[in-house]
């Protein structure tokens, strides 16, 4: 009896299937640790761009504008912060003098910064407790101090928009100030 012909198609199919299983397992590990790498490197690329922001905003708050904003503000209480509103945004706004003119623009840079941090928070470039960390001491503090002259413009210009993000981020460090001494 002469023995079957091995079936050489079939053996050569089931080897071929093997080798491109072993081809997509090795494809699939490649890019597995592609994958790690990329987000590894990705990881790092945030952390020196979340640096370089903070380094930068740091430099922002000691700038000769901000402490001669911040000088300022410490001759307006917060009722002279609504006066001076008043005067330059105000019905009669012939009202104010050219030093008022002059001081609100000034004044107006701290705020500025401060809802600058508040627009990189929301969009998620910064983290609560790093502002916490940084600036926490002074922004809700700001806030209370600006507050009454906020809701003044805010009134007078029919814009419920103005320094919002100051607002909400005074509120949110606040909320993880209340949250973190819980935790405590």
Known sequence: MLAE????????????ALVAAAAAVVTMLI???????????VGDARRTRHG???TDL????DEPQIVQSQKIFSEYSAEGLVTLVNKVFGKGTDEA???ELDDFVVLGRFPNLIETVGV????GAIDISVINRMWGLVIPDSWDAWK?????MREIADN???YTNFQDLSARIESYRRSASAQL
């Open 97 to 99: 003098t050219d030093k």
């Open 160 to 162: 419920d928009a103005i």
């Open 58 to 61: 740091s430099r922002r708050w």
């Open 31 to 41: 890019l597995l640790v592609t994958a790690i790498f990329v987000g590894r490197q």
């Open 5 to 16: 012909s091995p079936d050489w198609a079939t053996a050569m199919a089931g080897i071929s």
């Open 120 to 123: 990189l928070h929301a969009d």
């Open 148 to 152: 009454p002259a906020v809701w003044r």
């Open 52 to 54: 370089q922001l903070i």
